[in-house]
Structures are given as structure tokens and as C-alpha cells.
């Protein structure tokens, strides 16, 4: 972990998204120093899934040592990001560094991304940024210390990383392309840098998006905020950079990147946007389920699921159902397949005995689940983590989400049988 210094003491940083995840982690690790810390955040009122509220954060922030201002701020709403900026110069006299890191995400393709949902991933994210920054300008252009940290990824082009999730990627882009115009616009006045995880960082968030059991492949807020820490000690010549969390602690002298591990030792998620060896990135795009054009010539095409494989598949889960499999899950899971051998599938864990079979079930199904034929194989055969397929857009839930992560815990007990 990276010592404070005091260098902070008495600086007003203004951070948007900081009641909770790696905003209030930042929050958290500038208060030890002494900062004053703006918590321009929008949940007043404690969510039923998320827990932490901006006074909450207000409260933890005092304890750790700094001075903290709750503001309700809804990054979408010009006013109230000017109303929180007056009462923050107002309160401190100024505002020395902003962290953008406000964000929406909904990792689903372009046919399946609601409109409500392409909206507030833009309105969060590009121009809640662009706002929040632009309004904080004036007085950043007056402190000594200067920064503007966007909590985005380097502006990776290979589609991978667009054909998933377009929309998101496009949202998140535009935090970065604010790095790279506003470096350029107030060189020499303001520093403007991203800042983005090499591994997934476990938040309440990272919980709901990939379930249960995901945090042991995921790396502490602790990680962010340290890394955040290390730029707001750079001089205002350190700008325009996109910096990976990992790579900044190792040039401070940082080597046990355990300390940050939720699980020691466990093999880590990497985080989206980032490339490393070209053959790590065909290895690592063929699990997020695309190939990237690395390489000029054909590289052969995975097999496919041998024919009957789902249904060879349906019958070892069968013969796996147990009266406690079934009283323990109590649940109807519908399974909609695409490619050969696909259609529609059940497996019902509801009924005396458990059921499984083609077609729709007699119940409605708690959860329905869309994938292809030879991800569904590998999903039961232990070779494809059902959180990785759906974090990267393979398989899509719906219906009850606490059901379908029974369902992973279920599939881990039968993975030695198939």
C-alpha cells in the first residue's frame, strides 16, 4: 500500500460518484492527508442494493481526517453541478482537483441497449464530464495543484471493444477524449489524465453486473485510490496521459501487488479496454467472444459443439438432480440457444424430482437465459465462467438475478461430472 505523505493537506477536491466504489476509495485516502473533499453524488437516500449514501461518505471522510461537503448532484443537471461548485468555493475558498468519476454502464449490444439507457450512459459519462470539468476550470486555473483525473480507459480502437457493448464504449471514450482535448486546451495551467484499472475492481456495482463469486477475481478499490494519489502529487506538466493503476504504483516502488487482491493468489479478471501481447489479446478476445484482425492469414475457426452435445449436456444434468438440488434451488430456468442443436431448453428445479427437457417449460421461468450452443457447453462443463459470458455480452439474463447465480453455484458441483 502506498504511504500518505500530508501532501494534500488543505486541498478541496471535488469528486463526482464519490458516496461509494473507487470514487469515496479516493475520496477516503485524500482525507487522511487532511483534504477537504466535495462529495457531489446523487444518492441522498440509501439504495436497496447499493449501500452508501453521500452523507454516509461524509461521515467516514471526517473520520479519516478531512472536511467533507455533501452535495446532491445528478451529473446530468447543468444547475446542480454550478450549485455544488459555488457552495465548494464558498465553503474552501476554491477547488484545487476534480475527479470525474460519475459513471452509467449497461454492457449490452446495439439492438438491446433502450434508448433510456443510451441516453444516461451519454449524459453520465461524456457530458456529465465535460460539464462538471468545464465548471470547476475557473477555479483549477487558479490552485497550485491543478488536476483533472477522469476515471476512463486509453482510447483502444480495436472492435473488440466496441462490439458488445457500442454504446458504452462510445460513452466512456468520450471521458477520454476529454483527457485528450483539455490537456491540450490548459497545458501548462490545469493537468488532465485518465486513470483505469488493469484488472476488475470489486464495488457494489462489479457485484451486480457479474454475481456471486466474482469479487475473488477482482483487485480492492484501495488499488485506485492509490494510484489516484500518485497523480495528484505530479506537477501540472504531468498531463494528457492515460494511466494504468498497476503501472503507476510500480514506478513509485510498489512490488506486492497482493496487498490489493481481494483473494490472494486467485487468478484476476482483466479489465475491458486493454491490449497487451498480441497473442494474449486473440487468447483473451476469443473468451470475451470476438477475434480481433491481429494476424494476416486465416487462423482456424473454434470447433463447434459436436451435434447432440446440448442434449447429451441436459441429460448428465438430469441424471445429476437430486430432492435437495431441487429444495435448495426452487427455481424454473429457461435456456433460449442459439447455433445447431439450439432452441429452447428448461430445467426445471422446482418440481419433485427436477425436470429438464426441449421446449418451454410448464411453469414460467424464473429466469431466462440466452446464449449460443457451444457457450452453453462450455458454461456447464466448467470451461466458460457464466460471470465472464455475461459480463462480455455472450450470455444475457433475464428475470430473477439472485436465481441465476444459484444456478453458477449448482453448475460448479456438476462441473466434475460433465
Given at each position: 500500500?502506498?504511504?500518505?505523505?500530508?501532501?494534500?493537506?488543505?486541498?478541496?477536491?471535488?469528486?463526482?460518484?464519490?458516496?461509494?466504489?473507487?470514487?469515496?476509495?479516493?475520496?477516503?485516502?485524500?482525507?487522511?492527508?487532511?483534504?477537504?473533499?466535495?462529495?457531489?453524488?446523487?444518492?441522498?437516500?440509501?439504495?436497496?442494493?447499493?449501500?452508501?449514501?453521500?452523507?454516509?461518505?461524509?461521515?467516514?471522510?471526517?473520520?479519516?481526517?478531512?472536511?467533507?461537503?455533501?452535495?446532491?448532484?445528478?451529473?446530468?443537471?447543468?444547475?446542480?453541478?454550478?450549485?455544488?461548485?459555488?457552495?465548494?468555493?464558498?465553503?474552501?475558498?476554491?477547488?484545487?482537483?476534480?475527479?470525474?468519476?460519475?459513471?452509467?454502464?449497461?454492457?449490452?449490444?446495439?439492438?438491446?441497449?433502450?434508448?433510456?439507457?443510451?441516453?444516461?450512459?451519454?449524459?453520465?459519462?461524456?457530458?456529465?464530464?465535460?460539464?462538471?470539468?468545464?465548471?470547476?476550470?475557473?477555479?483549477?486555473?487558479?490552485?497550485?495543484?491543478?488536476?483533472?483525473?477522469?476515471?476512463?480507459?486509453?482510447?483502444?480502437?480495436?472492435?473488440?471493444?466496441?462490439?458488445?457493448?457500442?454504446?458504452?464504449?462510445?460513452?466512456?471514450?468520450?471521458?477520454?477524449?476529454?483527457?485528450?482535448?483539455?490537456?491540450?486546451?490548459?497545458?501548462?495551467?490545469?493537468?488532465?489524465?485518465?486513470l483505469w484499472p488493469k484488472t476488475a475492481i470489486h464495488t457494489a456495482a462489479m457485484d451486480m453486473l457479474g454475481g456471486s463469486g466474482v469479487e475473488s477475481q477482482c483487485r480492492k478499490v484501495d488499488i485506485m485510490a492509490d494510484a489516484a494519489y500518485c497523480i495528484f502529487k505530479k506537477p501540472?506538466?504531468?498531463?494528457?496521459?492515460?494511466?494504468?493503476?498497476?503501472?503507476?504504483?510500480?514506478?513509485?516502488?510498489?512490488?506486492?501487488?497482493?496487498?490489493?487482491?481481494?483473494?490472494?493468489?486467485?487468478?484476476?479478471?482483466?479489465?475491458?479496454?486493454?491490449?497487451?501481447?498480441?497473442?494474449?489479446?486473440t487468447k483473451k478476445a476469443d473468451s470475451y467472444g470476438a477475434v480481433p484482425e491481429l494476424k494476416e492469414e486465416k487462423t482456424q475457426p473454434p470447433p463447434k459443439a459436436r451435434s447432440g452435445a446440448v442434449e447429451e449436456t441436459f441429460r448428465i444434468v438430469k441424471d445429476s438432480l437430486s430432492d435437495d438440488i431441487v429444495k435448495a434451488t426452487q427455481a424454473v430456468y429457461q435456456f433460449e440457444l442459439s447455433g445447431e442443436d439450439g432452441g429452447t431448453w428448461f430445467l426445471d428445479l422446482k418440481s419433485k424430482g427436477g425436470n429438464v427437457g426441449y421446449g418451454e417449460p410448464s411453469d414460467q421461468a424464473d429466469v431466462v437465459m440466452s446464449m449460443s450452443t457451444d457457450d452453453f457447453v462450455k458454461m456447464f462443463s466448467g470451461k466458460l465462467k457464466p460471470t465472464m459470458a455475461f459480463m462480455s455480452g455472450k450470455l444475457k439474463i433475464k428475470g430473477n438475478m439472485a436465481l441465476a447465480i444459484k444456478l453458477e453455484k449448482l453448475m460448479n458441483q456438476m462441473n466434475s461430472k460433465l
Open positions: 500500500m502506498l504511504p500518505n505523505t500530508g501532501k494534500l493537506a488543505g486541498c478541496t477536491v471535488f469528486i463526482t460518484g464519490a458516496s461509494r466504489g473507487i470514487g469515496k476509495a479516493i475520496a477516503l485516502k485524500a482525507a487522511k492527508d487532511g483534504a477537504n473533499i466535495v462529495i457531489a453524488a446523487k444518492t441522498a437516500q440509501a439504495h436497496p442494493k447499493l449501500p452508501g449514501t453521500i452523507y454516509t461518505a461524509a461521515e467516514e471522510i471526517k473520520a479519516a481526517g478531512g472536511k467533507a461537503l455533501p452535495c446532491i448532484v445528478d451529473v446530468r443537471d447543468e444547475e446542480q453541478i454550478s450549485s455544488a461548485v459555488e457552495k465548494a468555493v464558498e465553503k474552501f475558498g476554491g477547488i484545487d482537483i476534480l475527479v470525474n468519476n460519475a459513471s452509467a454502464i449497461s454492457l449490452t449490444n446495439t439492438l438491446e441497449t433502450p434508448t433510456k439507457k443510451v441516453d444516461l450512459m451519454m449524459n453520465v459519462n461524456t457530458r456529465g464530464t465535460y460539464l462538471t470539468s468545464k465548471a470547476c476550470i475557473p477555479y483549477l486555473k487558479k490552485s497550485k495543484v491543478a488536476h483533472i483525473l477522469n476515471l476512463s480507459p486509453p482510447l483502444n480502437l480495436n472492435p473488440l471493444w466496441f462490439k458488445q457493448h457500442c454504446a458504452y464504449t462510445i460513452a466512456k471514450y468520450g471521458m477520454s477524449m476529454c483527457v485528450l482535448g483539455m490537456a491540450e486546451e490548459f497545458k501548462g495551467e490545469i493537468a488532465v489524465n485518465a501540472k506538466s504531468f498531463t494528457g496521459n492515460f494511466i494504468i493503476d498497476e503501472n503507476i504504483l510500480k514506478e513509485e516502488g510498489i512490488k506486492n501487488f497482493d496487498v490489493y487482491a481481494v483473494t490472494p493468489g486467485h487468478p484476476l479478471l482483466p479489465d475491458f479496454f486493454l491490449d497487451e501481447q498480441p497473442a494474449v489479446v
